[in-house]
Structure formats: C-alpha cells, structure tokens
C-alpha cells in the first residue's frame, strides 16, 4: 500500500508577521512616534485583515510565502493610509 504524500509541514508564521507588526506599532507609539489616536482610524482598516487572510487561502497551495509577503504588505498599506488620514503627530 503506497504511503500518503506527507505535506510541507512549515508553513510561512503568519500569526508572527501579524504580532510583529502589532508589536512594532506599539513600539513606535510608546517611543512618541505615533498618537495613541490612530487604533480609531486603524480599526476602520479591519477588512484589510479580511482580505489578506483571503489571499493567504487562496495562494497558500501555489506559494505560501508569496502569500505571507502580500499580507504583510497589506497590514503596511493599511498603516500608510490610517497615518495619511490621522495626520502626522
């Protein structure tokens, strides 16, 4: 009897990209960079999470690092536009 294919087991950390980018915004806040204002105009961005994990589903089978990569710059691009529209502190 042919054994199962055994399937990649690593996978791309995206719950650590995730908490690394949560983390470097509270870092930047704590450091006086950004206003502790912004989590109201970054909650408006929550789709954006929607999305990305859309796309991590959707490319995990073709590259799942290319997907990794995409949310992260998701997760960028949602920042870039809650500063743009908060205003520099």
Do not use: H, K, T
Not at 64 to 76: E, G, I, T
Request: contains cysteine; positive net charge.
């Amino acid at each position: 009897m042919p054994e199962p294919e055994i399937r990649n087991r690593y996978r791309p950390p995206l719950f650590g990209i995730f908490l690394l980018f949560l983390g470097v915004i509270l870092l930047l806040q704590n450091l006086g960079v950004l206003a502790w204002g912004l989590w109201r105009e970054l909650w408006r961005f929550w789709p954006v999470l929607v999305i990305g994990l859309g796309f991590r589903v959707l490319l995990r089978d073709y590259n799942p690092w290319l997907s990794s990569l995409l949310f992260l710059v998701l997760l960028c691009a949602g920042l870039g536009a809650a500063i743009w529209q908060y205003g520099l502190p």
